[in-house]
């Protein structure tokens, strides 16, 4: 874990002299412990306290990037066993496996589809994971160079040194991710990944094999690495990636990195869960082979459900959302602009095959009642946000549904902003009923 407060203080100079902008180094300490300040903004640290507050401080999983370019992602930083203790920070990276005895384009092409919209929100997957499975050096290369020429995503390049060398010559450019260095292998590897600057995968055979071979590989000069425990049974993966995560919180440094997990299976149902399982379980990389969009949406879902952070809710944008092409006789509904509430709200107005208007207040991502119990939906911030958009002026009545829950809010609503205020139903699964019944009438 990070280091306490009075840890940090320890290492400074104790002038209290203000110029870090908080009254005492203690304080100052605190900001840093909780990752409010930076050490920077202290003038008078030692070089030798900066060097030892910056190791000891340095995120027990290191930070690794991955490609080059827009669809370039970070894995790694991460600093709890628990979600809840604070947020994982970085997804797990989805990779795609091609091999190079298949049409490479064809299934390049169909990766590149896997793109989702979720609560708001584009997903997709990470890698194109390139396997030399036809054991030629050339045909592994001409296969890395379809796939790079077809998509913009990074590659994962699995193959032995003599044809990773080979492709490394076509996308090393790019920064993909070599794999992987074992204990036959390792220096060549290594050598490979240092010349192009690429995250280089570690594998052992078994969690002490893979200690000590990190041990070797960070003592030729090599530390951008992710970690492949060997383990495939479902598992012995979970237990691997689970004790990978406990001793790196514990500043076990040779498990300091992110990881990497094979979900590879011939039934795409069985990938699609161990995929889900390892997600949810520390992986940085999960490897798939399915590019089916019915197998990858779950995992996503799952992914986006363990990677949002608990302490913020999901939300969207405070702004006017056309459904249907709305025309100037379209209803004008209000709701708070957390992400469930007004997706909700939207696909039962669409499921109702009724063009409407829907503006979100901005309560900070919370749902209508809690943002009601907050005063953060109130008469004052909806009357605001319906001036402040304009709505009003894409329609030639003046009338605003709220919902249900908030009918206490009509009356001084309607003085605000001059409008009629409709209450609607309480719960979003009433909106077609409200439309016909209604609106309609």
């Known amino acids: 874990m990070g280091l306490t407060g009075l840890e940090i203080f320890k290492q400074l100079p104790k002038k209290n002299c203000k110029e870090c902008g908080q009254p005492t180094c203690l304080a100052f300490a ?18 030798a306290a900066r060097e030892a507050l910056d190791s000891a401080s340095a995120p027990p999983v290191a930070l690794i990037k991955i490609g080059a370019g827009d ?17 994982f920070e970085h997804p797990s990276g989805i990779a795609i496996q091609v091999s190079d005895n298949e049409d490479v384009k064809a299934k390049v092409e169909k990766i590149n589809k896997l793109v989702f919209d979720r609560v708001g929100q584009v997903h997709e997957v990470n890698l194109v994971a390139v396997t030399n499975d036809s054991g030629d050096a050339a045909k592994f290369a001409e296969a890395v160079k379809t796939a790079q020429d077809n998509t913009a995503y990074p590659l994962l390049l699995i193959a032995g040194a003599a044809a990773m060398e080979k492709g490394l010559e076509v996308a090393g450019a790019n920064k993909p991710v070599v794999y992987a260095a074992d204990d036959s292998n390792y220096e ?66 040779p498990f300091g990195y992110p990881t990497i997990a094979f979900a590879t299976n011939d039934d795409s149902i069985t990938e699609s869960l161990y995929a889900s399982a390892f997600v949810a379980k520390y992986a940085g990389i999960v490897v798939v082979k399915s590019a089916e969009p019915q197998y990858i949406l779950p995992i996503i879902t799952l992914r986006l ?12 944008e405070s702004k006017i959302y056309e459904l249907l092409n709305p025309g100037p006789d379209a209803p004008v509904l209000v709701t708070t602009n957390f992400s469930l509430s007004y997706f ?16 979100t207040v901005d309560t900070d991502g919370i749902s209508v009642l809690t943002a009601w119990a907050a005063g953060k939906f109130t008469p ?12 009003m002026d894409k ?43 209604v609106w309609n009438q």
């Open 305 to 316: 459900n363990v990677y949002t952070d608990p302490q913020k809710p999901i939300a969207v």
């Open 188 to 253: 060549a590897m290594v050598n490979l990944a240092k010349k192009y600057e690429a995250p280089l995968v570690v594998k052992g055979s078994d969690l002490n094999s893979l200690a000590d071979l990190v041990a070797k590989i960070v003592a030729l000069g090599y530390k951008n690495l992710i970690l492949d425990s060997g383990a495939r049974e479902l598992s012995k993966v979970i237990g691997d990636q689970t004790q990978i995560r406990r001793q790196a919180l514990k500043l076990f440094r």
């Open 395 to 437: 329609v030639n009545h003046k009338k605003l549904v709220i919902p249900g829950g908030v009918a206490v809010l009509s009356g001084k609503t309607a003085e605000l902003t001059g409008l009629e205020i409709i209450v609607g139903p309480r719960e979003s699964a009433g909106l077609p009923s409200f439309f016909k019944k």
């Open 30 to 47: 605190m900001q840093l412990a909780a990752g409010k300040a930076g050490l920077d903004a202290c003038p008078y640290v030692s070089d």
């Open 380 to 391: 004052e911030t909806i009357a605001d946000t319906v001036k402040k958009l304009g709505v």
């Open 71 to 87: 669809k370039a992602f970070q894995l790694g930083n991460e600093t709890v066993l628990f979600r809840h203790d604070k947020r």
């Open 344 to 359: 909700c709200v939207a696909g039962d107005t669409e499921g109702a095959r009724q063009p409407a208007y829907i503006i």
